[in-house]
């Protein structure tokens, strides 16, 4: 390992999850915002950077500060989807390295399953050559994906299937997961189609929720509360904006983004204790773990066959339950921040990853549009 | 459809593509720096830099790169489902997304279509593809 070790994930939480109808995005942020400082033993006084992303507000760092009564030197509201909280641990770093701030407030809030902003058929600038069409995003953009996959490499929706209840085994030991009943793989298969090849329950959930995320510096680091979860790698990378554009629809940006942070962190592949990756539809995964190196190319299918990623599974994968079962409130990444850390200082009880060390966490955003990796390592 | 697709925003970039669907023909650009071909259209090539682009009628054939049946669709496609869209790689190798018609059963990923020109309004024509 090779990482400098410059910065750690101090504090982490949730805000209230699933439906959560008596409470707006900013409420949600506030709430996660509050919990994940305390978690670090700061106050809002010590933070000195706001990152978030979101479409509920023009400007929503502006928003968000003048919220949270936070004095902010540096604000970054880098919005490229569901990947965009990864990128934000990202930029936090080279931001506490650059010596512009000690501690960064990460967050993220969403109502989608309450009150989502109304749908627009609007087609400007480049969309117009998509959006008349009727291809539902981002569903109709990974049902493409899949499809060619399969076609290349004869991946199979049982294949896919696996990755669902994988997932939903794991959920079923969260309390805080949205979906907890078990499933099989038949319940996949014969769920309704949303978009051929993907089912029902290929497609992650529609969730409200918020979470927070907090990044300090080393020096910071010596006074907060738990062990520090030491950010020993990132990088970010995209590909494309819209589907047709992608050069490849079975290799993501994960290839750059991924062999970045694992340069970065100095740890090979075998050394990941416990991986959460980001998992909008069953095929995400499968492209996702290729793409990082995981597998080769079209073995995705095969990686995950036999309960592989499940609990007890050789290859602990999405350990809350996924954006397919836990919850997923359009922009998922920060979650997948969340529950690394809590592996990493062994606070996850009954799905408890044995002796997690490093985790490798993964977001994807858009219609496989970008992506950003970030490796993590405890003392 | 009960409600309507918006038009694309015809702007100096994009006029000619949609012009040229109204007249039944598939445009499409090409870069006369570095000969790539160009699909959406652009002022400036994206390969090269160059802003020697030029507009070419092109035969509309080619093969189907992926495509996805819809079963649940939004706004003005939810009553037309199921439906067929896919991407669609010309013989001059750019992408396209469009709709794919015909027989459900038929339709596989690298099988040859050609284009249809599909008039939605007055003055609105997309490009569907069609099994050869």
Redesign the interface.
């Known amino acids: 390992m090779k990482s400098d070790r410059t910065a750690a994930i101090v504090g982490v939480a949730e805000s209230d999850l699933g439906k959560t109808p008596n409470k707006n995005v900013l409420q949600l942020q506030a709430q996660a915002a509050k919990v994940a400082l305390a978690d670090a033993g700061l106050t809002k006084d010590d933070v000195d950077a706001l990152f978030t992303a979101g479409n509920w507000a023009w400007a929503p760092s502006l928003m968000l500060a003048e919220y949270l009564g936070i004095d902010t030197k540096y604000t970054d509201s880098t919005n490229i989807g569901g990947s965009s909280f990864e990128a934000h641990v990202g930029h936090a770093v080279a931001g506490i390295e650059a010596g512009l701030f000690e501690v960064a407030l990460i967050t993220y809030g969403s109502t989608n399953r309450t009150n989502p902003m109304n749908?627009t058929?609007?087609?400007?600038?480049?969309a117009?050559?998509?959006?008349?069409?009727?291809?539902?995003t981002p569903?109709?953009a990974y049902?493409?994906?899949?499809?060619?996959h399969m076609?290349q490499y004869g991946t199979t929706s049982e294949q896919l299937a696996e990755v669902s209840v994988a997932t939903r085994k794991w959920a079923s030991m969260n309390e805080k997961a949205y979906k907890r009943e078990p499933i099989e793989i038949s319940d996949v298969l014969h769920s309704?189609?949303?978009?051929?090849?993907?089912h029902l329950l290929d497609c992650c959930l529609v969730t409200d929720g918020g979470g927070a995320v907090i990044v300090a510096s080393k020096e910071v680091v010596a006074r907060t509360k738990k062990r520090p979860v030491w950010i020993l790698g990132h990088g970010e990378a995209n590909s494309h904006n819209?589907?047709?554009?992608m050069p490849d629809?079975t290799v993501t940006s994960a290839r750059e983004s991924g062999q970045r942070a694992f340069e970065m962190a100095g740890v090979s592949r075998t050394e990941i204790d416990v991986a959460e990756i980001y998992d909008s539809f069953t095929i995400t995964v499968l492209l996702t773990l290729e793409s990082l190196g995981f597998c080769e190319p079209g073995e995705g299918g095969a990686f995950v066959s036999g309960q592989r990623t499940a609990p007890s599974g050789d290859f602990p994968m999405n350990t809350n339950g996924g954006g397919l079962s836990y919850g997923h409130p359009g922009m998922y990444g920060i979650f997948l921040l969340i529950e690394a850390v809590r592996q990493l200082r062994d606070e996850c009880e009954a799905r408890q990853v044995d002796n997690a060390e490093i985790a490798l966490v993964h977001g994807t955003g858009g219609v496989l549009s970008s992506t950003s990796t970030v490796i993590l390592g405890r003392d | 459809m009960s409600?309507k697709?918006?038009?694309?925003?015809t702007d100096e970039e994009?006029r000619p593509f949609w012009e040229g669907l109204n007249n039944k023909e598939l445009l499409i650009q090409q870069c006369g720096s570095c000969g790539e071909n160009i699909?959406?259209p652009r002022s400036i090539c994206p390969y090269c830099f160059s802003e020697e682009i030029q507009w070419r009628k092109v035969t509309g054939n080619g093969k189907i790169?992926?495509?996805?049946?819809?079963?649940?669709?939004?706004?003005?496609?939810k009553e037309?489902v199921p439906?067929v869209?896919?991407?669609v790689e010309l013989d001059e190798g750019v992408?396209?997304?469009?709709?794919i018609i015909g027989d459900r059963e038929q339709i596989?990923?690298?099988k040859e279509v050609t284009v249809l020109f599909e008039q939605?309004d007055d003055d609105f024509t997309?490009p569907y593809f069609q099994l050869v």
């Not at chain 1, 117009?128 to 539902?136: A, K, V």
């Open positions: 749908s058929f609007r087609a400007p600038l480049t117009q050559y998509e959006l008349p069409y009727g291809l539902p569903v109709g049902a493409l994906a899949a499809t060619r076609h309704r189609y949303i978009a051929e090849p993907l819209t589907i047709v554009n629809l | 409600q697709i918006s038009k694309p925003v994009s699909f959406y790169y992926s495509y996805t049946v819809v079963h649940q669709a939004f706004g003005p496609y037309e439906f869209v896919g991407i992408r396209m997304m469009t709709r596989e990923v690298d939605i997309l």
